[in-house]
Protein backbone atom coordinates (compact mmCIF):
# COMPACT_ATOMS: atom_id res chain seq x y z
CA UNK A 1 0.00 0.00 0.00
CA UNK A 2 2.61 2.53 0.86
CA UNK A 3 3.95 1.61 -2.57
CA UNK A 4 1.04 2.99 -3.93
CA UNK A 5 0.60 6.13 -2.43
CA UNK A 6 4.42 7.02 -2.96
CA UNK A 7 3.91 6.84 -6.46
CA UNK A 8 0.75 8.23 -6.95
CA UNK A 9 1.23 11.35 -4.52
CA UNK A 10 3.15 13.30 -6.75
CA UNK A 11 0.58 12.56 -9.12
CA UNK A 12 -2.59 13.61 -7.22
CA UNK A 13 -0.85 16.54 -5.56
CA UNK A 14 -0.44 18.67 -8.41
CA UNK A 15 -3.23 17.47 -10.12
CA UNK A 16 -5.76 18.53 -7.13
CA UNK A 17 -4.10 21.75 -6.25
CA UNK A 18 -4.31 22.83 -10.15
CA UNK A 19 -7.74 21.74 -10.65
CA UNK A 20 -8.58 23.78 -7.69
CA UNK A 21 -6.89 26.75 -9.06
CA UNK A 22 -8.84 26.64 -12.19
CA UNK A 23 -12.16 26.33 -10.37
CA UNK A 24 -11.46 28.98 -8.61
CA UNK A 25 -10.17 31.03 -11.36
CA UNK A 26 -13.68 30.38 -13.26
CA UNK A 27 -15.85 30.84 -10.20
CA UNK A 28 -14.35 34.39 -10.38
CA UNK A 29 -14.54 35.54 -14.07
CA UNK A 30 -18.16 34.38 -13.29
CA UNK A 31 -18.84 37.00 -10.73
CA UNK A 32 -17.59 39.73 -12.81
CA UNK A 33 -20.02 41.73 -15.00
CA UNK A 34 -18.01 42.56 -18.04
CA UNK A 35 -14.86 40.71 -19.72
CA UNK A 36 -12.22 42.70 -18.64
CA UNK A 37 -9.83 40.76 -16.49
CA UNK A 38 -10.01 40.66 -12.77
CA UNK A 39 -7.08 42.36 -10.84
CA UNK A 40 -6.08 40.77 -8.01
CA UNK A 41 -5.43 42.43 -4.55
CA UNK A 42 -1.62 42.37 -3.75
CA UNK A 43 -3.22 40.00 -0.58
CA UNK A 44 -4.29 37.66 -2.87
CA UNK A 45 -1.34 37.46 -4.99
CA UNK A 46 0.93 36.83 -2.51
CA UNK A 47 -1.09 34.13 -1.12
CA UNK A 48 -1.50 32.46 -4.85
CA UNK A 49 2.59 32.54 -5.07
CA UNK A 50 2.70 31.25 -1.94
CA UNK A 51 0.55 28.00 -2.65
CA UNK A 52 1.70 27.64 -6.25
CA UNK A 53 5.26 27.84 -4.73
CA UNK A 54 4.66 25.01 -1.97
CA UNK A 55 2.82 22.82 -4.34
CA UNK A 56 6.11 23.10 -6.99
CA UNK A 57 8.46 22.21 -4.26
CA UNK A 58 5.88 19.33 -2.48
CA UNK A 59 5.97 17.65 -5.74
CA UNK A 60 9.21 18.10 -6.32
CA UNK A 61 10.31 16.35 -3.32
CA UNK A 62 7.24 13.47 -3.71
CA UNK A 63 8.54 12.88 -7.12
CA UNK A 64 11.98 12.58 -6.62
CA UNK A 65 11.48 10.38 -3.20
CA UNK A 66 9.23 7.99 -5.81
CA UNK A 67 11.67 8.00 -8.24
CA UNK A 68 14.85 6.99 -6.29
CA UNK A 69 13.28 4.62 -2.64
CA UNK A 70 12.64 1.65 -4.55
CA UNK A 71 10.89 0.07 -7.18
CA UNK A 72 7.53 0.91 -7.15
CA UNK A 73 4.66 0.12 -8.94
CA UNK A 74 0.65 0.17 -8.69
CA UNK A 75 -2.08 -0.57 -11.16
CA UNK A 76 -5.05 1.52 -11.17
CA UNK A 77 -7.70 -0.14 -13.33
CA UNK A 78 -7.98 -2.04 -16.19
CA UNK A 79 -8.93 -0.29 -19.16
CA UNK A 80 -9.15 -3.79 -21.06
CA UNK A 81 -8.96 -7.22 -19.24
CA UNK A 82 -5.82 -7.62 -20.55
CA UNK A 83 -4.59 -3.44 -20.72
CA UNK A 84 -4.39 -2.03 -17.16
CA UNK A 85 -3.38 1.58 -16.61
CA UNK A 86 -0.23 1.05 -14.82
CA UNK A 87 2.89 3.06 -12.82
CA UNK A 88 6.12 1.54 -12.56
CA UNK A 89 9.42 3.24 -11.51
CA UNK A 90 12.52 2.10 -13.38
CA UNK A 91 16.27 3.90 -14.20
CA UNK A 92 14.42 5.98 -16.84
CA UNK A 93 11.87 6.96 -15.33
CA UNK A 94 14.07 8.42 -13.05
CA UNK A 95 16.50 10.14 -15.35
CA UNK A 96 12.90 11.96 -16.38
CA UNK A 97 11.26 13.09 -13.34
CA UNK A 98 14.88 14.07 -12.04
CA UNK A 99 15.54 16.77 -14.34
CA UNK A 100 11.45 17.75 -15.30
CA UNK A 101 10.99 18.03 -11.11
CA UNK A 102 14.46 20.57 -11.26
CA UNK A 103 13.46 22.54 -14.40
CA UNK A 104 9.90 22.70 -13.33
CA UNK A 105 10.53 24.22 -9.90
CA UNK A 106 12.84 26.61 -11.09
CA UNK A 107 10.78 28.08 -14.11
CA UNK A 108 7.67 28.00 -11.43
CA UNK A 109 9.72 30.12 -9.29
CA UNK A 110 10.98 32.30 -11.82
CA UNK A 111 6.94 32.56 -13.17
CA UNK A 112 6.21 34.33 -9.63
CA UNK A 113 7.51 37.12 -10.82
CA UNK A 114 7.56 37.07 -14.81
CA UNK A 115 3.55 36.32 -14.96
CA UNK A 116 2.65 39.92 -13.73
CA UNK A 117 3.64 41.28 -17.04
CA UNK A 118 1.04 38.68 -18.21
CA UNK A 119 -1.84 38.73 -15.94
CA UNK A 120 -4.07 35.86 -15.51
CA UNK A 121 -2.10 34.32 -12.72
CA UNK A 122 -4.10 32.01 -11.05
CA UNK A 123 -5.15 30.57 -14.43
CA UNK A 124 -1.50 29.76 -15.70
CA UNK A 125 -0.01 28.31 -12.40
CA UNK A 126 -3.73 26.34 -12.80
CA UNK A 127 -2.58 24.38 -16.12
CA UNK A 128 1.20 25.04 -14.63
CA UNK A 129 0.56 22.34 -12.00
CA UNK A 130 -2.15 20.05 -14.04
CA UNK A 131 0.55 19.68 -16.75
CA UNK A 132 3.31 18.55 -13.76
CA UNK A 133 1.08 15.88 -12.47
CA UNK A 134 0.14 14.33 -16.00
CA UNK A 135 4.28 14.52 -17.59
CA UNK A 136 5.34 12.82 -14.06
CA UNK A 137 2.42 10.57 -14.51
CA UNK A 138 3.69 10.12 -18.23
CA UNK A 139 6.82 9.59 -17.11
CA UNK A 140 6.21 6.67 -14.45
CA UNK A 141 3.70 4.76 -16.90
CA UNK A 142 4.59 1.43 -16.96
CA UNK A 143 3.13 0.10 -20.28
CA UNK A 144 2.68 1.75 -23.89
CA UNK A 145 -0.92 2.33 -23.10
CA UNK A 146 -0.78 4.32 -20.14
CA UNK A 147 2.27 6.01 -21.87
CA UNK A 148 -0.16 6.96 -24.94
CA UNK A 149 -3.22 7.88 -22.60
CA UNK A 150 -0.86 10.44 -20.60
CA UNK A 151 0.85 11.79 -24.08
CA UNK A 152 -2.32 12.86 -25.20
CA UNK A 153 -3.38 14.78 -21.95
CA UNK A 154 -0.21 16.31 -21.54
CA UNK A 155 -1.11 18.06 -25.00
CA UNK A 156 -4.53 18.85 -23.72
CA UNK A 157 -3.09 20.34 -20.85
CA UNK A 158 -0.47 22.45 -22.01
CA UNK A 159 -2.37 23.89 -25.17
CA UNK A 160 -3.91 26.47 -22.90
CA UNK A 161 -0.29 27.52 -21.84
CA UNK A 162 0.27 28.71 -25.56
CA UNK A 163 -2.71 30.38 -25.80
CA UNK A 164 -2.70 32.07 -22.55
CA UNK A 165 -2.68 35.61 -23.47
CA UNK A 166 -5.22 35.09 -26.11
CA UNK A 167 -4.61 37.17 -29.03
CA UNK A 168 -5.52 35.64 -32.37
CA UNK A 169 -1.74 34.85 -33.02
CA UNK A 170 -1.93 32.88 -29.60
CA UNK A 171 -5.32 31.06 -30.46
CA UNK A 172 -3.92 29.83 -34.14
CA UNK A 173 -0.31 28.68 -32.71
CA UNK A 174 -2.34 26.91 -30.07
CA UNK A 175 -4.42 24.96 -32.61
CA UNK A 176 -1.38 24.35 -34.83
CA UNK A 177 0.32 22.68 -31.72
CA UNK A 178 -2.86 20.36 -31.35
CA UNK A 179 -3.22 19.74 -34.26
CA UNK A 180 0.27 18.58 -35.25
CA UNK A 181 0.65 16.89 -31.73
CA UNK A 182 -2.74 15.37 -32.62
CA UNK A 183 -1.88 13.84 -36.04
CA UNK A 184 1.63 12.64 -33.96
CA UNK A 185 -0.10 10.79 -31.74
CA UNK A 186 -2.75 9.09 -33.76
CA UNK A 187 0.39 8.03 -35.58
CA UNK A 188 1.48 6.53 -32.26
CA UNK A 189 -1.79 4.97 -31.80
CA UNK A 190 -1.70 2.94 -35.30
CA UNK A 191 1.67 1.44 -33.90
CA UNK A 192 0.19 0.60 -31.08
CA UNK A 193 -2.22 -1.89 -32.44
CA UNK A 194 -0.18 -3.84 -34.20
CA UNK A 195 2.39 -3.86 -31.54
CA UNK A 196 -0.29 -5.42 -29.19
CA UNK A 197 -0.79 -8.04 -31.47
CA UNK A 198 3.05 -8.96 -32.24
CA UNK A 199 4.13 -8.26 -28.54
CA UNK A 200 3.95 -10.92 -25.65
CA UNK A 201 3.33 -8.01 -23.15
CA UNK A 202 2.66 -3.92 -23.52
CA UNK A 203 4.56 -3.69 -20.47
CA UNK A 204 8.02 -2.10 -20.49
CA UNK A 205 10.62 -4.35 -21.00
CA UNK A 206 14.17 -3.77 -21.14
CA UNK A 207 15.41 -5.61 -24.48
CA UNK A 208 12.00 -5.46 -25.99
CA UNK A 209 8.73 -7.84 -26.17
CA UNK A 210 8.62 -8.49 -29.79
CA UNK A 211 7.32 -12.37 -30.35
CA UNK A 212 9.10 -13.67 -33.43
CA UNK A 213 6.63 -16.20 -33.45
CA UNK A 214 3.45 -13.75 -33.52
CA UNK A 215 5.10 -11.39 -36.02
CA UNK A 216 6.83 -13.71 -38.57
CA UNK A 217 5.49 -13.08 -42.03
CA UNK A 218 4.09 -9.24 -40.66
CA UNK A 219 7.87 -8.13 -40.50
CA UNK A 220 6.91 -5.71 -43.55
CA UNK A 221 3.85 -4.05 -42.06
CA UNK A 222 5.05 -3.55 -38.46
CA UNK A 223 8.17 -1.68 -40.00
CA UNK A 224 6.04 0.36 -41.50
CA UNK A 225 3.89 0.81 -38.14
CA UNK A 226 7.05 1.38 -36.56
CA UNK A 227 8.43 4.16 -38.45
CA UNK A 228 4.70 5.56 -38.14
CA UNK A 229 5.28 5.54 -34.32
CA UNK A 230 8.76 7.57 -34.95
CA UNK A 231 7.21 10.08 -37.34
CA UNK A 232 4.66 10.61 -34.78
CA UNK A 233 6.15 10.70 -31.28
CA UNK A 234 8.86 12.53 -32.98
CA UNK A 235 6.47 15.20 -33.80
CA UNK A 236 6.64 16.08 -30.02
CA UNK A 237 10.15 16.08 -30.20
CA UNK A 238 10.28 18.48 -33.47
CA UNK A 239 11.54 16.10 -35.74
CA UNK A 240 11.02 17.39 -39.48
CA UNK A 241 8.68 16.48 -41.21
CA UNK A 242 6.08 17.73 -37.97
CA UNK A 243 8.24 20.30 -36.83
CA UNK A 244 6.18 23.68 -37.84
CA UNK A 245 4.59 24.15 -34.41
CA UNK A 246 7.56 24.78 -32.73
CA UNK A 247 8.70 28.17 -34.05
CA UNK A 248 4.89 29.29 -34.58
CA UNK A 249 3.83 28.35 -30.34
CA UNK A 250 7.00 29.69 -28.70
CA UNK A 251 6.77 33.46 -29.49
CA UNK A 252 2.97 33.88 -28.26
CA UNK A 253 3.74 31.80 -25.17
CA UNK A 254 4.78 33.55 -21.90
CA UNK A 255 8.49 33.20 -21.76
CA UNK A 256 8.11 30.64 -18.90
CA UNK A 257 5.78 28.54 -21.11
CA UNK A 258 8.42 28.75 -24.10
CA UNK A 259 11.02 27.68 -21.83
CA UNK A 260 9.31 24.16 -20.17
CA UNK A 261 7.97 23.33 -23.87
CA UNK A 262 11.15 23.76 -25.01
CA UNK A 263 13.34 22.04 -22.35
CA UNK A 264 10.71 19.47 -20.94
CA UNK A 265 7.08 18.98 -23.22
CA UNK A 266 9.30 17.96 -26.21
CA UNK A 267 11.44 15.55 -24.68
CA UNK A 268 8.38 13.93 -23.91
CA UNK A 269 8.66 12.88 -27.91
CA UNK A 270 12.14 11.53 -26.89
CA UNK A 271 11.00 9.56 -23.59
CA UNK A 272 8.32 7.74 -26.12
CA UNK A 273 11.07 6.76 -29.02
CA UNK A 274 13.21 5.07 -26.40
CA UNK A 275 10.02 3.33 -24.63
CA UNK A 276 8.68 1.83 -28.52
CA UNK A 277 12.17 1.39 -29.88
CA UNK A 278 14.24 -0.35 -26.70
CA UNK A 279 11.93 -1.69 -24.59
CA UNK A 280 8.84 -2.55 -27.35
CA UNK A 281 10.37 -4.16 -30.32
CA UNK A 282 13.99 -4.20 -29.42
CA UNK A 283 16.83 -2.63 -31.42
CA UNK A 284 17.46 -5.66 -33.29
CA UNK A 285 14.06 -5.55 -35.05
CA UNK A 286 14.95 -2.55 -37.23
CA UNK A 287 18.82 -2.56 -36.80
CA UNK A 288 20.01 -2.27 -40.76
CA UNK A 289 16.59 -2.00 -42.09
CA UNK A 290 15.17 0.93 -44.31
CA UNK A 291 13.23 2.24 -40.81
CA UNK A 292 16.76 2.80 -39.77
CA UNK A 293 17.96 4.73 -42.67
CA UNK A 294 14.78 6.73 -42.70
CA UNK A 295 15.04 7.72 -39.50
CA UNK A 296 18.72 8.61 -39.36
CA UNK A 297 18.10 10.36 -42.34
CA UNK A 298 15.41 12.92 -40.92
CA UNK A 299 17.54 13.45 -37.48
CA UNK A 300 20.30 15.00 -39.64
CA UNK A 301 17.88 16.88 -41.59
CA UNK A 302 16.38 18.21 -39.17
CA UNK A 303 19.73 19.05 -37.14
CA UNK A 304 21.10 21.24 -39.98
CA UNK A 305 17.82 22.60 -41.43
CA UNK A 306 16.91 23.67 -37.72
CA UNK A 307 20.47 25.86 -37.37
CA UNK A 308 20.38 26.97 -40.55
CA UNK A 309 16.67 28.41 -39.52
CA UNK A 310 18.15 29.78 -36.19
CA UNK A 311 21.13 31.27 -37.84
CA UNK A 312 18.68 33.50 -40.32
CA UNK A 313 16.12 34.33 -37.53
CA UNK A 314 16.02 38.29 -36.39
CA UNK A 315 13.14 37.06 -33.29
CA UNK A 316 14.86 35.95 -29.89
CA UNK A 317 12.67 33.30 -28.85
CA UNK A 318 11.65 32.60 -32.30
CA UNK A 319 15.53 31.97 -33.09
CA UNK A 320 15.85 29.40 -29.65
CA UNK A 321 12.10 27.48 -31.21
CA UNK A 322 14.30 26.44 -34.07
CA UNK A 323 17.54 25.89 -31.62
CA UNK A 324 14.99 23.48 -30.47
CA UNK A 325 14.08 21.79 -33.43
CA UNK A 326 17.58 21.12 -34.01
CA UNK A 327 19.26 20.01 -30.30
CA UNK A 328 16.67 17.49 -29.99
CA UNK A 329 17.30 15.87 -32.98
CA UNK A 330 21.15 15.04 -32.37
CA UNK A 331 19.17 13.02 -29.27
CA UNK A 332 17.35 11.33 -31.84
CA UNK A 333 20.47 10.76 -34.44
CA UNK A 334 22.06 9.35 -31.04
CA UNK A 335 18.88 7.24 -30.46
CA UNK A 336 18.47 6.06 -34.20
CA UNK A 337 22.33 4.61 -34.68
CA UNK A 338 21.23 1.83 -32.30
CA UNK A 339 24.98 2.19 -30.74
CA UNK A 340 25.96 2.05 -27.48
CA UNK A 341 28.17 5.07 -26.65
CA UNK A 342 25.70 7.13 -29.28
CA UNK A 343 22.56 6.14 -26.95
CA UNK A 344 24.42 7.41 -23.90
CA UNK A 345 24.94 10.87 -25.51
CA UNK A 346 21.53 10.59 -26.69
CA UNK A 347 20.03 10.60 -22.99
CA UNK A 348 23.02 12.54 -21.38
CA UNK A 349 22.24 15.47 -24.45
CA UNK A 350 18.44 15.18 -23.40
CA UNK A 351 19.38 16.20 -19.74
CA UNK A 352 21.90 18.76 -20.87
CA UNK A 353 19.90 20.78 -23.44
CA UNK A 354 16.51 20.66 -21.04
CA UNK A 355 18.57 23.25 -18.92
CA UNK A 356 20.23 24.62 -21.13
CA UNK A 357 17.55 25.29 -23.20
CA UNK A 358 15.25 26.41 -20.27
CA UNK A 359 18.04 29.25 -19.06
CA UNK A 360 18.15 30.55 -22.69
CA UNK A 361 13.77 31.00 -23.06
CA UNK A 362 13.93 32.42 -19.54
CA UNK A 363 16.92 34.76 -20.40
CA UNK A 364 14.80 35.84 -23.49
CA UNK A 365 12.20 36.26 -20.81
CA UNK A 366 13.89 38.39 -18.81
CA UNK A 367 14.91 40.99 -21.80
CA UNK A 368 11.44 40.91 -22.17
CA UNK A 369 9.92 41.66 -19.10
CA UNK A 370 12.17 44.41 -17.98
CA UNK A 371 12.39 45.98 -21.23
CA UNK A 372 10.12 44.49 -24.02
CA UNK A 373 13.19 43.24 -26.15
CA UNK A 374 12.07 40.45 -28.66
CA UNK A 375 14.47 41.19 -31.58
CA UNK A 376 18.64 40.03 -31.36
CA UNK A 377 19.43 43.31 -33.25
CA UNK A 378 17.83 45.43 -30.36
CA UNK A 379 19.92 44.04 -27.75
CA UNK A 380 23.28 45.86 -28.20
CA UNK A 381 24.69 47.18 -25.00
CA UNK A 382 22.73 44.96 -22.95
CA UNK A 383 25.44 43.16 -20.68
CA UNK A 384 26.68 46.93 -19.76
CA UNK A 385 23.26 46.72 -17.74
CA UNK A 386 22.12 43.41 -16.99
CA UNK A 387 25.86 41.64 -16.88
CA UNK A 388 24.82 39.05 -14.48
CA UNK A 389 21.54 37.76 -16.47
CA UNK A 390 24.27 38.11 -19.89
CA UNK A 391 27.03 35.81 -18.31
CA UNK A 392 24.10 33.45 -17.56
CA UNK A 393 23.30 33.27 -21.01
CA UNK A 394 26.88 32.98 -22.46
CA UNK A 395 27.38 29.75 -20.19
CA UNK A 396 24.58 28.01 -21.59
CA UNK A 397 25.23 29.12 -24.88
CA UNK A 398 28.52 27.60 -24.95
CA UNK A 399 27.07 24.37 -23.30
CA UNK A 400 24.80 24.63 -26.80
CA UNK A 401 27.38 24.64 -28.92
CA UNK A 402 29.36 22.12 -27.05
CA UNK A 403 32.63 24.34 -25.75
CA UNK A 404 34.30 22.45 -22.86
CA UNK A 405 34.25 22.49 -19.53
CA UNK A 406 30.44 22.79 -20.62
CA UNK A 407 28.44 20.46 -20.55
CA UNK A 408 27.29 20.21 -23.91
CA UNK A 409 30.53 18.78 -24.51
CA UNK A 410 30.45 16.02 -23.06
CA UNK A 411 27.31 14.93 -25.05
CA UNK A 412 28.49 15.58 -28.43
CA UNK A 413 31.38 14.05 -27.72
CA UNK A 414 29.38 10.31 -26.88
CA UNK A 415 27.61 10.93 -29.95
CA UNK A 416 29.98 11.97 -32.17
CA UNK A 417 32.53 8.84 -31.08
CA UNK A 418 29.39 6.76 -31.12
CA UNK A 419 28.28 7.42 -34.31
CA UNK A 420 32.09 6.78 -35.76
CA UNK A 421 31.67 2.89 -33.78
CA UNK A 422 28.46 2.53 -35.13
CA UNK A 423 28.18 0.23 -38.12
CA UNK A 424 25.52 2.21 -40.19
CA UNK A 425 27.81 2.97 -43.51
CA UNK A 426 27.85 6.70 -44.18
CA UNK A 427 26.20 7.75 -41.50
CA UNK A 428 29.35 7.09 -39.24
CA UNK A 429 31.00 10.09 -40.87
CA UNK A 430 27.88 12.19 -42.29
CA UNK A 431 26.57 12.12 -38.48
CA UNK A 432 29.51 14.01 -36.93
CA UNK A 433 30.09 15.98 -40.07
CA UNK A 434 26.62 17.31 -39.79
CA UNK A 435 26.32 17.67 -35.64
CA UNK A 436 30.26 19.60 -36.44
CA UNK A 437 28.35 22.01 -38.97
CA UNK A 438 25.34 22.73 -37.03
CA UNK A 439 27.56 23.57 -33.69
CA UNK A 440 29.52 25.81 -35.74
CA UNK A 441 25.57 27.52 -37.06
CA UNK A 442 24.91 27.09 -33.56
CA UNK A 443 28.08 29.83 -32.13
CA UNK A 444 26.62 32.10 -35.48
CA UNK A 445 23.69 32.80 -33.86
CA UNK A 446 24.03 32.45 -30.30
CA UNK A 447 27.27 34.36 -29.50
CA UNK A 448 26.64 37.53 -31.19
CA UNK A 449 24.21 38.16 -28.74
CA UNK A 450 27.18 38.19 -26.21
CA UNK A 451 29.81 40.02 -28.52
CA UNK A 452 27.13 42.76 -29.21
CA UNK A 453 25.87 42.87 -25.55
CA UNK A 454 28.92 43.46 -23.95
CA UNK A 455 31.30 45.36 -26.91
CA UNK A 456 28.17 46.93 -28.66
CA UNK A 457 30.66 49.56 -30.93
CA UNK A 458 30.79 53.47 -30.17
CA UNK A 459 27.66 54.93 -30.83
CA UNK A 460 25.57 51.48 -31.49
CA UNK A 461 24.56 51.20 -27.79
CA UNK A 462 20.30 51.44 -27.87
CA UNK A 463 19.74 54.82 -26.40
CA UNK A 464 16.90 53.29 -24.27
CA UNK A 465 19.29 51.33 -22.50
CA UNK A 466 19.74 53.37 -19.84
CA UNK A 467 16.37 52.29 -18.30
CA UNK A 468 17.80 49.02 -17.75
CA UNK A 469 18.47 47.30 -15.15
CA UNK A 470 19.35 43.36 -13.52
CA UNK A 471 15.97 41.74 -13.29
CA UNK A 472 14.71 40.58 -9.31
CA UNK A 473 16.27 37.73 -7.52
CA UNK A 474 12.99 35.56 -8.69
CA UNK A 475 13.96 36.09 -12.08
CA UNK A 476 17.93 35.66 -11.69
CA UNK A 477 18.25 33.13 -9.33
CA UNK A 478 17.03 30.05 -11.36
CA UNK A 479 19.12 31.61 -14.41
CA UNK A 480 22.20 31.33 -12.04
CA UNK A 481 21.54 27.39 -11.27
CA UNK A 482 20.42 26.46 -14.60
CA UNK A 483 24.18 28.43 -15.97
CA UNK A 484 25.73 26.51 -12.52
CA UNK A 485 24.48 23.38 -13.72
CA UNK A 486 25.71 23.45 -17.20
CA UNK A 487 29.18 24.03 -15.62
CA UNK A 488 29.04 21.21 -13.09
CA UNK A 489 28.23 18.70 -15.14
CA UNK A 490 30.61 19.06 -17.87
CA UNK A 491 33.18 19.44 -14.91
CA UNK A 492 31.41 16.33 -12.97
CA UNK A 493 30.28 14.38 -15.60
CA UNK A 494 30.82 11.19 -14.31
CA UNK A 495 28.13 10.00 -12.11
CA UNK A 496 25.33 10.96 -14.75
CA UNK A 497 27.31 9.14 -17.87
CA UNK A 498 28.11 6.22 -15.54
CA UNK A 499 24.23 6.11 -14.55
CA UNK A 500 23.00 6.65 -18.19
CA UNK A 501 25.30 4.04 -19.39
CA UNK A 502 23.85 1.60 -17.16
CA UNK A 503 20.55 2.39 -18.78
CA UNK A 504 21.38 1.84 -22.25
CA UNK A 505 23.59 -1.51 -21.24
CA UNK A 506 19.85 -2.78 -19.92
CA UNK A 507 18.57 -2.40 -23.05
CA UNK A 508 20.83 -2.14 -26.48
Same mark, same amino acid.
Given at each position: ??????????????????????????????????????????????????????? #??? +? =???? @??? $????? !???? %?????????????????????????????????????????????????????????????????????????????????????????????????????????????????????????????? #??? +? =???? @??? $????? !???? %?????????????????????????????????????????????????????????????????????????????????????????????????????????????????????????????? #??????????? $????????? %?????????????????????????????????????????????????????????????????????????????????????????????????????????????????????????????????????????????
Amino acid at each position: MMKSIWILAPVVLPAVCGACLLVSSFLEHLKENDSSISVPSPEKLKRLHVFAAAV #LVL +T =ACLA @LLA $AWTGE !HSVT %LFYLMKDIPIYFKVDDVSRLFVTFVSIIWVLAGIYSLVYMKHEGEEKRFFGFYLLVYAVLIALDFSGNLVTMYLFYELMTLTSMPLVLHNGSREAIMAALKYLFYSMCGAYMGLFGIFFLYRCCDT #LSF +T =AGGS @LNT $ALSAG !HEGI %LLIAVFMMLIGFGAKAGMFPLHAWLPTAHPVAPSPASAVLSAVIVKSGVLATIRVIFYMVGADFIRGTWVQTAWMTLTLVTVLMGSLLAFREPVLKKRLAYSTVSQVSYILFGLSVLQPQAAAGAL #LHTVFHAFIKS $ALFLTAGVF %LFQYGITRVEDLKGIGKKMPKTLWCYTIVSLGLIGIPPTSGFISKWYLAEGALSANVGIFCYLGPVVLLVSALLTAGYLLPITMNGFFPGRGEENAKMVQIQEPSAGMLLPLAILAALCLMLGVFPNPLAEFVSGIVESFL
